[in-house]
């Protein structure tokens, strides 16, 4: 391993320290950990809360998990509609919505009003129904909008094709193998998994999905995910837009040279293949989800991977 690396580590490390303690902004940052292929040159805990919200990093895994099934099982064709699975889209604005448009979140639906996300999340029931009955602003295929609704419709549509939730089909195929423990996805009142925002994991947690992107999709030798789905998930699919602004993949941001799952308050994970590098930033955000959803963050908060990625990456 080239010393510049373990260097630049220090140096990423030196730095989020030195902001976690004087700099509130960076309070809640809960851990650091840098790892070179089966090397750990950082595992800094700050607080650590163990298995802990990872928001919108549930979508990646949610990605990684289908790449499992298309190994296991197998998928439906991605240019199939999604409703040709999920009854609950035939007639609505989502059918002819397909897995392809959902994983790059291009089926071109409303997000915002009564299809926000945490609006969705306060519904009693119905939330994949709700989703699908959102209007159309753009022909589906056609423009990347961020979408919460489209990650809870594929786990809605996968629980429809393996029989079981995904919580519990990733417990059994992919957490177990990984030997990830105290993992918790939460589920909507009619037993889906969240499939946006759902996940509570630990950073060791992270850093095992990121290491098997890494080592291709295969772990101890045995491949867990299909490789030709983890080639397409970890590649260009469309320019990508807010709230990340980079290209975007299945369900996973491309920054160059990167592969990146990122959730709110700071939940980080990058993936350098050439360099061989996991790197995760997570934060405690205090969170309940309530209703309402609470949380500990400070108004004007920061991600304290913006101070990793220029000396690891710069």
């Known amino acids: 391993m080239p010393d510049d690396l373990r260097d630049r580590a220090r140096r990423a490390a030196v730095a989020v320290q030195d902001a976690v303690t004087n700099d509130l902004r960076y309070h809640r940052t809960s851990r650091l950990l840098i790892v070179a292929d089966d090397a750990v040159l950082v595992d800094d805990r700050y607080r650590d809360p163990g298995a802990e919200h990872v928001f ?5 895994v949610l990605a990684t998990v289908l790449g499992v ?3 296991r099982e197998g998928l439906p064709s991605l240019e199939a509609p999604v409703s040709d699975v999920l009854a609950e889209l035939r007639g609505t604005p ?3 919505q397909t897995w392809r448009q959902l994983l790059t979140m291009t089926r071109g639906a409303v997000t915002d009003g009564t299809w926000e996300i945490d609006a969705v999340n306060g519904l009693p029931s119905g939330q994949v129904a709700h989703l699908a009955r959102a209007p159309q602003v753009s022909p589906p295929g056609e423009q990347f909008g961020y979408d919460n609704g489209a990650a809870h419709l594929l786990s809605a549509a996968a629980a429809e094709h393996v029989g079981v939730s995904v919580a519990d089909y990733a417990e059994r195929h992919l957490f177990a193998p990984l030997g990830i423990e105290g993992a918790r996805w939460a589920h909507d009142p009619d037993g889906i998994a969240q499939g946006a925002d759902g996940l509570q994991l630990s950073a060791d947690g992270v850093a095992a999905i990121g290491r098997l992107w890494l080592g291709a999709g295969r772990h101890h030798g045995h491949e867990l995910v ?3 789905f983890l080639e397409a998930m970890t590649s260009r699919q469309n320019d990508g837009g807010p709230p990340e602004d980079v290209p975007y993949g299945f369900l996973t941001w491309l920054p160059p040279g990167l592969v990146m799952a990122a959730g709110w308050a700071g939940q980080h994970l990058l993936v350098d293949r050439s360099r061989r590098l996991v790197v995760v930033v997570t934060t405690d ?6 209703p309402p959803p609470i949380d500990a963050m400070p108004q004007d908060w920061r991600p304290a991977v913006e101070l990793v990625r220029p000396v690891l990456f710069g």
């Open 285 to 290: 955000a205090g969170f309940r989800p309530g």
């Open 69 to 71: 099934i298309a190994g």
């Open 56 to 60: 919108s990093v549930t979508k990646s």
């Open 94 to 96: 989502s059918a002819g």
């Open 226 to 228: 299909e490789q030709g």
